[in-house]
Every structure is written in C-alpha cells, then in structure tokens.
Nanobody, 118 residues
Framework: QVQLVQSGGGLVQAGGSLRLSCTAS????????MAWYRQAPGKQRELVAA???????NYADSVKGRFTISRDNAKNTVYLQMNSLKPEDTAVYYC????????????WGQGTQVTVSS
C-alpha cells in the first residue's frame, strides 16, 4: 500500500510565502510524475504544478513566476514553494503521484488548507 502524507500550509497574509511538502511511503519501486492540485470552495479541482521524474515542470498560468515545484527522488518527496501569495490562492491543496508499486497507480495526499488573507 502507498500513502502520500502532506505537511505545511496554514494562514498567511497576502504577499507572504508558504511551503508544502508531500512524502510518499509504502511499497514503492519508483515514482513517475508528481503534482499539486488545488480546490477552492465552489470550484473544480485544478492543476497547479507538475514535475516529471526527470525534473521537467509545468505550471498553471495563474501561478507562473510565483510558485515553484521541486522533488527529492531519494526522499520520495515533492515540494511546492509558494511566494507572493494572493487571496485567490486560498484553497485546499492536494498532492498526487503516479507510483509503481509494482503496478502503476495514482495516489493522492490528504489535502491541506492554504488561506491567504488580504
């Protein structure tokens, strides 16, 4: 069984920074892509940022230049550094990972609240 456990998040003023972490554990052979999604109240879940096993990244237009996704393959961990936060970034953030264990499956973290006050 594979689990993704998130940490970080919380309440921050506009313009501030937060860092989210997400660590995968269990019977893991390898991890392909990892990503962060978010869901604001009354809205659909949306992709925020993604990173391949080789380190290639892509970002939603709304966070480009402010958020940075990175990963530590040795620790099976993905990070999301969020700078210059805006009230519209307020949402529950979820990580996911495509894990070979040995069968390929997509797993999700438990979600963490990020609230940006104006």
């Amino acid at each position: 069984q594979v689990q993704l456990v998130q940490s970080g998040g919380g309440l921050v003023q506009a313009g501030g920074s937060l860092r989210l972490s997400c660590t995968a554990s269990g019977s893991i052979i390898s991890i392909n892509g990892m990503a962060w999604y978010r869901q604001a109240p009354g809205k659909q879940r949306e992709l925020v940022a993604a990173i391949t096993s080789g380190g290639s990244t892509n970002y939603a237009d709304s966070v480009k230049g402010r958020f940075t996704i990175s990963r530590d393959n040795a620790k099976n961990t993905v990070y999301l550094q969020m700078n210059s936060l805006k009230p519209e970034d307020t949402a529950v953030y979820y990580c996911n990972a495509d894990v070979n264990s040995p069968y390929l499956g997509r797993y999700w973290g438990q979600g963490t609240q990020v609230t940006v006050s104006s």
